[in-house]
């Protein structure tokens, strides 16, 4: 799965590796984003691409509580385009989630070892995410889900897991405005070329959602 990720990039950096034009309003890096929290997302409307903030964690359309949300904040991109949940977002609602890095917890022996994981090459990427729009009388939300995929060779000794990295070429096809069949994006995502990775061990600091700051990506010693 991938529960807990980092965006420490400036502004006018992000602005320019995923052209976008709109500034982005109550933007601060973080250290240690959780789900439920809002995070850095981007849709293709139609005419051009905006970014915004959704809520970590899918809460469906048709869902009649938003609490399902804690529950959805990965999709397996395996299966997703047959799930009720996700099969029609895999069609029309796809989107870009932001980051610089991931973390993951190996088990050790006795605990797990929270682990710091990003692309060797570059610096900003994007999870490959799917995104819905939750509106009752009294509360409205735009939500989102990471898809996720089986571990490639260097993820498997950390985890068994891992998030949908989107090569930085393909970003754009991801949210391309495109109705596709539910199983072209799956068919789409299963063709992608996997990135080098690149990992160290962080303390247990960032293992509470509650902490932020340079101490959670500090290398341990």
């Given at each position: 799965?991938?529960?807990?990720?980092?965006?420490?990039?400036?502004?006018?950096?992000?602005?320019?590796?995923?052209?976008?034009?709109?500034?982005?309003?109550?933007?601060?890096?973080?250290?240690?984003?959780?789900?439920?929290?809002?995070?850095?997302?981007?849709?293709?409307?139609?005419?051009?691409?905006?970014?915004?903030?959704?809520?970590?964690?899918?809460?469906?359309?048709?869902?009649?509580?938003?609490?399902?949300?804690?529950?959805?904040?990965?999709?397996?991109?395996?299966?997703?385009?047959?799930?009720?949940?996700?099969?029609?977002?895999?069609?029309?609602?796809?989107?870009?989630i932001i980051?610089?890095?991931?973390?993951?917890?190996?088990?050790t022996d006795?605990?797990?070892?929270?682990?710091?994981?990003?692309?060797?090459?570059?610096?900003?990427?994007?999870?490959?995410?799917?995104?819905?729009?939750?509106?009752?009388?009294?509360?409205?939300r735009f939500?989102?889900?990471?898809?996720?995929?089986?571990?490639?060779?260097?993820?498997?000794?950390?985890?068994?897991?891992?998030?949908?990295?989107?090569?930085?070429?393909?970003?754009?096809?991801?949210?391309?405005?495109?109705?596709?069949?539910?199983?072209?994006?799956?068919?789409?995502?299963?063709?992608?070329?996997?990135?080098?990775?690149?990992?160290?061990?962080?303390?247990?600091?960032?293992?509470?959602?509650?902490?932020?700051?340079?101490?959670?990506?500090?290398?341990?010693?």
């Amino acid at each position: 799965m991938c529960g807990r990720y980092t965006l420490l990039a400036e502004e006018a950096e992000i602005l320019r590796e995923f052209g976008i034009d709109q500034p982005l309003p109550d933007y601060t890096p973080r250290y240690n984003i959780a789900p439920g929290q809002k995070v850095l997302a981007v849709i293709h409307d139609g005419e051009e691409k905006r970014a915004g903030f959704m809520y970590w964690g899918l809460v469906p359309s048709w869902a009649k509580d938003p609490k399902i949300g804690y529950k959805m904040i990965n999709a397996r991109s395996e299966t997703a385009h047959e799930k009720p949940s996700f099969k029609r977002l895999m069609s029309k609602k796809r989107c870009l989630i932001i980051a610089d890095s991931f973390y993951e917890w190996q088990k050790t022996d006795d605990s797990k070892q929270a682990v710091r994981i990003s692309p060797e090459n570059r610096e900003l990427f994007a999870f490959a995410g799917l995104w819905d729009h939750w509106k009752t009388d009294d509360d409205e939300r735009f939500t989102c889900t990471i898809l996720t995929q089986e571990a490639n060779d260097f993820m498997a000794p950390i985890h068994n897991r891992m998030p949908v990295i989107l090569p930085k070429a393909q970003q754009d096809d991801w949210i391309q405005p495109f109705k596709w069949e539910a199983e072209q994006a799956h068919d789409f995502i299963h063709q992608l070329n996997m990135e080098e990775l690149t990992a160290y061990n962080v303390s247990s600091y960032v293992n509470s959602a509650k902490n932020e700051g340079p101490e959670c990506i500090r290398p341990l010693a």
